[in-house]
Structure formats: structure tokens, C-alpha cells
């Protein structure tokens, strides 16, 4: 996410201009899902069958199975046995910075959630359809979800018992699921655009964006960092990906967009139903869906690479300058990093009235508000690199939790900065010298990239750190093994989601060096590690504010 240029939005003091379009000290954001094919469906239903079997018989089946490998030892025994005696889903993902997040004991594979916008109200009847993998056996488990009303649960299609507790919804389902079981809940349920919740992680007084961006006409969705469970029950932790579906409903004169590939549009009686759908898996946080009038601008980037971007048609001439540089930009970023854009397609939507006034890397559409795009290039199009560069970091690749951030916007950030300084906007040396004199007073507020002083910390605090890291380890290792370091780590976790750890080996291993206490400085550290290659370089003298 970065901080669009719209009205109403103040440049940090001390930052510079790239700076000035970052998120602010204290933001958040959106994000996904698909649909089943007949094949897959047909297999759910197989293993749905088994998994009712052998829930009914659980303890049969262990000792056949137990009988068939031949073993009698009793550990082994015993342990299969409390592997498969259906226990509840812990309620938490276990982030540090938002303790309350996400729930155990399955993976969400997909999302098919259904909105009916109706005009001359905010509220939407809705519903979501989940597949999950149970990873363990499970008597009950719980969705994240802070919807307005929750009407009716199902689990493999029989009528499942839930409860609504502060953020969660359980849910116990008739027969237990067995481990290894693909499963699927139904939640019938209804949205309220004009619900403004903000997260129970939050310190008390931080600043918060709007979860549903409510227009006059329409909608978007801003879910980052844990706002998407406002929008459908799910498991709402980035360590989590999933395929979405959206099939929205609307009067025949607005329109739906979403995140992924416009796979149908069918009007009857007045009312338009569009259905969407991504091919690959992405984070909660950063699915988009959106209602409103838009103009849908088409055309191909690199290697036929289908590229749709819709803009609030008002602003759409303005507009439409910046959007026609997407495919250049596309071709820009897949230089740079060395690596196909990710996804099936690509483009940006143009909310009209601004978008809390930020962008979001929403995956495969990133957001801007339609009037921050009709800004010259040099204004806007560095921060279109930078969701252009989350597609990859934050999407494609997600972060294990959010304390990882960094990986997400300090890619993010660096790229954009490679890209101002390849367009000559601006020069290498005088950025990263700002950024280290403001990254005294950024850690001070924030904390160390990977060690945030709080959950609102997770929009803005891990992306100079993150940049000035990325810098100086390419100042070490030289060009050909940093980038060798970017797409070792990037194919290993792509699909996936990945820990600071996990970056920290692939850099050791690829370099052959032991990096480890470099990059855990400038990461962990309390203090502001000194910038390699440049030892003079200190704090500024500005004040602070
Ligand atoms: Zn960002």
C-alpha cells in the first residue's frame, strides 16, 4: 500500500517526495477468492463421503490402518489416535502484532462469496461459500468474521451450530471433520457498507482507513491489514491464500469489478450478475471488489499478458494517459526483478472520490483513487510501480505474519525507487541519504522493520527500513548475486508465504556468506545500523514533528 496523491493527505515532514506518497504512520487496507470446477466438485463430494465415513467409524479406521502398516508399537498407536480424535481449531493464527487473527486446523483453498447491491442502501444480503483442507480432525473450528448478521452456516451441506463471539464465528459442525478432509462451509450472511469497525489491534487512538470505501453509487473494499473479514467470514491472515470468486448483483445501469478475470456477465429482470474469479491464489487483505460506473480500458503487456483496468468514468480521459503506460511498466518490472509478472492478469481500478486516500496493491487490480491518476507520470507512476512491485512481494510471494511486512513494502518501496531513478524523477544517492536520516526517527516511531511497536505499525513501518536493508545488501554482494538472492527467494515462496528467516537463508545461501547479522541489524536491530558504503551518513539534524 503507499499514500496516493489526493487532497487531504499531508507529506510526513522530512520525507522526501517518494517518501511523501508512502503510507502513513498509521493506515490499513483489501483483498480475494474463486470457484470449483465440475471435476473438483465431483471429487469434494467423494472425499466429503469419506470423511463422514470414517468420522463416524474414526477409531476403526485407526486401527486398520494401524493393522495394515504392520506396526503394534504402542506410541505410534497412541499417537495416531490423538491425531485423529477431532478436537476444536485454535482461534488464532498466532500473529504477535494482531493476536486475536486468524484460526487453526484447516487451509482455506477457496472463496465464492455472492453480494446483491441494491441502491437507497448500504446494507448487501450476502454469502460465502469456503473449501478448506482440514489439517487436523476437527469437532468445531472458527472463521474470522465481523459482518453485520450471520443467517445460516452449513458444513458439507448439513445445517452446522455456530456462534458469533466478539470477531469469530465457530461453527460445529454435525459430524466431525476427519484430518486430511476437504470440506466446505455455506454461510449465509449480510453486510453493512456504513460499518466503520476499526481493528481491535489497533492502539487506542491510531488512525484508521475505512474498510468499505462507500460511494454514492457503489462501492470498494480496503481490507489490509485485517479488515477483510468484514466483507466475508474467512480465515483473514495473509499466511492463509486462497482463490476467490465474486458474484455481485447490481442494478443493470452500475457495474461489478473484481479482483482476477471477468469470466461472465447476465442480466435478467433489470439486474446484472457479474462473476469474477482468480486463478491463483491470493491473500485476504488484498482482494478487491467494487460497484460503481466505470470505463474499462483493455490492451496486452509482455508476452500477450491480458491487461484490464477499469476507471471511474468521470476521470476516465484524464486518466486514461496513465493507464496506457501499464503495459511499459509491466515490461519495466519484469526486467528489473528478472521474473513474469505473477498473475493471469493485470490492471488498475480508478475508484471516483478518492480511496481513503492511499492505493492498494489489490491482487491483480491494484487501487488508486481515479482523480490520483489522472496526475503527470512523475507524480503517480512511481507509486503504480510500487503496487505494480506488490503484485510479486505481498501477493504473489505473502508474508508469514505480519511483523514480515517488510518484505512487502520494502520490495516494494526499492523498486519504486530504482524505477524514479531510472525515469531520472530522482537520483539514487540523494533518496537513499534522506531515507537513512529519516530511518532514525521512523524507528524511534515505529520500531525495527521486523519487530513493529504495534499492529497499525504494519502499514508504514517496514517500508524504509525495508528499502535501506535491500539497498545496502546489494552494495555488498554486487548486482548479479542481489539479484540472483530477489528471484532465488522469489520462486522458492512463490504461491506461498514467506518469514524474514526465510529471506535471511536464501541471502546466505545464494551469496555464500554468512549475511545474517547484517540484514538481522538493520531488521531487529534498536539502532539504526550504519548504511554500507556510506559511513559518513547520519541522522539529520531536522527536527522531528
Ligand atoms: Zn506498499
Known amino acids: 500500500m503507499s499514500s496516493a496523491r489526493v487532497p487531504g493527505l499531508r507529506p510526513r515532514p522530512g520525507t522526501d517526495s517518494t517518501q511523501s506518497r508512502e503510507p502513513q504512520p498509521s493506515g490499513p487496507q483489501p483483498r480475494p477468492r474463486r470457484r470449483r470446477t465440475r471435476g473438483s466438485l465431483t471429487a469434494l463430494a467423494t472425499t466429503g463421503a469419506l470423511a463422514l465415513a470414517l468420522s463416524a467409524c474414526g477409531a476403526v479406521a485407526q486401527a486398520g490402518d494401524t493393522a495394515a502398516t504392520g506396526r503394534s508399537d504402542v506410541r505410534a498407536g497412541a499417537s495416531a489416535a490423538a491425531a485423529g480424535t477431532p478436537r476444536p481449531g485454535a482461534h488464532s493464527?498466532?500473529?504477535?502484532?494482531?493476536?486475536?487473527?486468524?484460526?487453526?486446523?484447516?487451509?482455506?483453498?477457496?472463496?465464492?462469496?455472492?453480494?446483491?447491491?441494491?441502491?437507497?442502501?448500504?446494507?448487501?444480503?450476502?454469502?460465502?461459500?469456503?473449501?478448506?483442507?482440514?489439517?487436523?480432525?476437527?469437532?468445531?473450528?472458527?472463521?474470522?468474521?465481523?459482518?453485520?448478521?450471520?443467517?445460516?452456516?452449513?458444513?458439507?451441506?448439513?445445517?452446522?451450530?455456530?456462534?458469533?463471539?466478539?470477531?469469530?464465528?465457530?461453527?460445529?459442525?454435525?459430524?466431525?471433520?476427519?484430518?486430511?478432509?476437504?470440506?466446505?462451509?455455506?454461510?449465509?450472511?449480510?453486510?453493512?457498507?456504513?460499518?466503520?469497525?476499526?481493528?481491535?489491534?489497533?492502539?487506542?487512538?491510531?488512525?484508521?482507513?475505512?474498510?468499505?470505501?462507500?460511494?454514492?453509487?457503489?462501492?470498494?473494499?480496503?481490507?489490509?491489514?485485517?479488515?477483510?473479514?468484514?466483507?466475508?467470514?474467512?480465515?483473514?491472515?495473509?499466511?492463509?491464500?486462497?482463490?476467490?470468486?465474486?458474484?455481485?448483483?447490481?442494478?443493470?445501469?452500475?457495474?461489478?469489478?473484481?479482483?482476477?478475470?471477468?469470466?461472465?456477465?447476465?442480466?435478467?429482470?433489470?439486474?446484472?450478475?457479474?462473476?469474477?474469479?482468480?486463478?491463483?491464489?491470493?491473500?485476504?487483505?488484498?482482494?478487491?471488489?467494487?460497484?460503481?460506473?466505470?470505463?474499462?480500458?483493455?490492451?496486452?503487456?509482455?508476452?500477450?499478458?491480458?491487461?484490464?483496468?477499469?476507471?471511474?468514468?468521470?476521470?476516465?480521459?484524464?486518466?486514461?494517459?496513465?493507464?496506457?503506460?501499464?503495459?511499459?511498466?509491466?515490461?519495466?518490472?519484469?526486467?528489473?526483478?528478472?521474473?513474469?509478472?505473477?498473475?493471469?492478469?493485470?490492471?488498475?481500478?480508478?475508484?471516483?472520490?478518492?480511496?481513503?486516500?492511499?492505493?492498494?496493491?489489490?491482487?491483480?487490480?491494484?487501487?488508486?483513487?481515479?482523480?490520483?491518476?489522472?496526475?503527470?507520470?512523475?507524480?503517480?507512476?512511481?507509486?503504480?510501480?510500487?503496487?505494480?512491485?506488490?503484485?510479486?512481494?505481498?501477493?504473489?510471494?505473502?508474508?508469514?505474519?505480519?511483523?514480515?511486512?517488510?518484505?512487502?513494502?520494502?520490495?516494494?518501496d526499492y523498486y519504486q525507487l530504482l524505477y524514479s531513478v531510472d525515469k531520472g524523477y530522482r537520483k539514487l544517492d540523494d533518496v537513499l541519504k534522506q531515507r537513512y536520516q529519516f530511518e532514525f526517527d521512523k524507528r524511534l516511531e515505529s520500531g525495527p522493520p521486523a519487530r513493529l511497536k504495534t499492529a497499525q505499525d504494519v502499514l508504514t513501518g517496514g517500508n524504509n527500513g525495508g528499502l535501506l536493508m535491500l539497498a545496502g545488501l546489494r552494495h555488498q554482494v554486487g548486482d548479479s548475486v542481489f539479484k540472483k538472492i530477489e528471484q532465488t527467494f522469489y520462486d522458492r515462496y512463490l504461491g506461498r508465504s514467506a518469514t524474514t528467516r526465510d529471506y535471511i537463508d536464501v541471502a546466505n545461501r545464494v551469496s555464500g556468506r554468512d549475511l545474517t547479522s547484517y540484514i538481522e541489524g538493520w531488521l531487529y536491530g534498536a539502532k539504526v545500523p550504519p548504511m554500507p558504503g556510506h559511513p559518513d551518513w547520519k541522522p539529520a539534524k531536522a527536527p522531528a514533528s
Open 93 to 412: 493464527a498466532g500473529d504477535p502484532l494482531f493476536t486475536y487473527l486468524g484460526n487453526g486446523g484447516y487451509d482455506v483453498v477457496s472463496y465464492d462469496i455472492r453480494y446483491d447491491y441494491r441502491a437507497g442502501t448500504t446494507k448487501m444480503n450476502s454469502s460465502v461459500r469456503i473449501t478448506a483442507t482440514a489439517k487436523q480432525a476437527l469437532s468445531s473450528f472458527s472463521l474470522d468474521s465481523k459482518v453485520d448478521r450471520v443467517d445460516s452456516v452449513s458444513v458439507q451441506g448439513e445445517r452446522a451450530a455456530f456462534k458469533a463471539s466478539g470477531e469469530k464465528l465457530v461453527i460445529t459442525p454435525r459430524r466431525a471433520l476427519r484430518e486430511g478432509a476437504s470440506f466446505r462451509v455455506d454461510v449465509s450472511y449480510r453486510v453493512d457498507r456504513s460499518d466503520d469497525t476499526r481493528s481491535p489491534s489497533y492502539p487506542p487512538g491510531a488512525h484508521y482507513l475505512h474498510a468499505w470505501v462507500d460511494k454514492d453509487d457503489g462501492f470498494a473494499i480496503m481490507g489490509q491489514p485485517d479488515r477483510a473479514h468484514m466483507f466475508f467470514p474467512g480465515n483473514d491472515h495473509p499466511s492463509d491464500k486462497a482463490r476467490f470468486t465474486f458474484r455481485v448483483t447490481t442494478p443493470k445501469n452500475l457495474q461489478a469489478v473484481a479482483s482476477g478475470t471477468l469470466r461472465s456477465r447476465r442480466t435478467t429482470g433489470g439486474r446484472t450478475t457479474y462473476t469474477y474469479t482468480t486463478r491463483d491464489p491470493i491473500p485476504t487483505d488484498v482482494a478487491q471488489v467494487a460497484v460503481g460506473r466505470f470505463t474499462k480500458v483493455t490492451a496486452r503487456g509482455p508476452h500477450g499478458l491480458p491487461i484490464r483496468s477499469y476507471v471511474a468514468t468521470d476521470s476516465y480521459k484524464a486518466a486514461k494517459p496513465r493507464v496506457d503506460d501499464i503495459p511499459g511498466q509491466v515490461a519495466w518490472v519484469e526486467k528489473e526483478i528478472g521474473r513474469r509478472y505473477p498473475f493471469e492478469t493485470y490492471g488498475v481500478l480508478g475508484v471516483p472520490g478518492g480511496y481513503d486516500g492511499v492505493a492498494l496493491e489489490s491482487a491483480t487490480l491494484s487501487t488508486f483513487s481515479a482523480e490520483g491518476l489522472a496526475s503527470p507520470a512523475a507524480d503517480i507512476a512511481p507509486t503504480m510501480i510500487h503496487e505494480l512491485v506488490h503484485q510479486y512481494f505481498g501477493d504473489a510471494v505473502s508474508v508469514r505474519n505480519w511483523n514480515d511486512m517488510w518484505i512487502s513494502e520494502g520490495h516494494a
